[in-house]
């Protein structure tokens, strides 16, 4: 059992350590085609490759995460896009299309655990969109 001492001691250790801010590294578009892009085909694959063990459907599951996980990723403040403009993090639209990668993810997730090509199928129409979504208004062009 501690003593009081000793707790009052790591609490004052705890208020002292520094508070971790998180910033990004890449560009939009190295974080695409370094965590989206390579994802997003392993999911897709599926459709014409189905996993053969275990391990290749965790693959899927991970993949899936991932793709869960862009959606932060992109929206994290202060990263840049690859023309050295600011991701628009602020803009509604923005947003809505990058948190579309959540339920996008989670459906292929949800489809990875139960093993089934068929569900993995249906859930990359979702990615597919959501991705389009974003592509069609941001990709490689200045902001309107």
């Known amino acids: 059992m501690r003593t009081l001492a000793a707790l009052l001691l790591a609490g004052a250790a705890m208020a002292q350590a520094p508070a971790y801010k998180p910033q990004s590294y ?12 390579p994802n997003s085909n392993l999911i897709m694959v599926v459709q014409s490759k189905p996993p053969k063990n275990d391990m290749d459907w965790q693959a899927i599951e991970n993949a899936a995460i991932a793709i869960e996980e862009t ?27 990058a948190q579309a990668l959540l339920p996008a993810g989670r459906d292929c997730l949800k489809a990875a655990q139960k093993k089934s090509q068929d569900l993995v199928g249906y859930c990359t129409d979702g990615l597919s969109q959501a991705c389009d979504n974003c592509h069609k208004e941001y990709r490689d062009q200045p902001r309107k």
Do not use: C, E, T
Request: glycine share 8%; net charge positive.
């Open 26 to 37: 890449g560009n939009l578009k190295q974080v695409m085609r370094s965590v989206a892009l």
């Open 71 to 97: 959606s932060n990723l992109i929206l994290l403040p202060g990263r840049l896009r690859s023309n050295g403009q600011p991701v628009p993090v602020q803009a509604a639209d923005f947003i809505k299309y």
